[in-house]
């Protein structure tokens, strides 16, 4: 017999504590719930008043071994571990979702049955509308590439902050993402926390990067983005390695990112960095009949 049980919890340093046991064992595939959990212990209003965190233990004390979680910081997609059909189920009979989430992430298999079991709570919902595929990688020592490309790399300060908003808000739009909460602020502070990063080719600006998560051992590239018209000329490899190299030149162990298993050229690029796929995950948007 089964006594795994679900727990909501509200105290974000107590979900950071119970939670980050289970991640640390694949910091990888994990790394972005570890970001997560991570900037809601610094901060528990990072992602505004709503926010609905959850773990799985083995048994009905929350001191015991923890098996998964679940993680919904809305209007972000709701996130979570490698679950069973079981244990989902089991969710759904012990917690109640206040709401509905507009986009799942996570393995495909816990995606697929936690889709289905919103579909049976709430009959009205289609199941996927919009499926991404995605591919996590990890990166502990970087290749030659891209290491002549033109130009050089430099940290964004505050007067490149209307360059680094517009194409903040392009990166979103190409990547289908959630335009996060006071995007604005949120854009603001990321220059001014020196966590975006820009190549510049003769003076001029033609890509950029940024972190977006840190783990207990690494960090996650993300906001990689080159306008149209200046593609084709190794900016965004170049921009991503000198990131990367900061990172790990700053005591990172490892750095982390997600890529569009659609696009070919991306997950090219990142694999000549020396940057190898763990696994993958999906994200999947919903919507209302």
Known sequence: MSFATWHRVTDTKLFYEKSVPFFIKDEAMYNLPL???GRLKANPKTFGDAIYLYILTESPSLDSKPLGAI???????LGMSNITKDEIELFFRTQKLVDRPQALCGPSESITQFALSLGSKWADYLNGIDIQEQGIYSLSKLTDWFKDVQGQGRVAIESDFDKVLSWSENFIVDCKSTRPQKF???VRD???SGSRVLWVVNGEVVSMAGTAGETPNGSRVAW???PSALRGHGYGGAVT???SERQLSHGKKFCFLYTDMANPTSNSIYK???YEFVGSSQNVMLQKN
Do not use: D, M
């Open 71 to 77: 993680w919904w910081t809305p209007p972000y997609s």
């Open 190 to 192: 990321a220059v001014l």
């Open 241 to 243: 390695r000198y990131l």
């Open 224 to 226: 990689v983005y080159t």
């Open 272 to 274: 000549k960095l020396g």
């Open 35 to 37: 970001g997560i959990a």
């Open 184 to 186: 604005e602020v949120s």
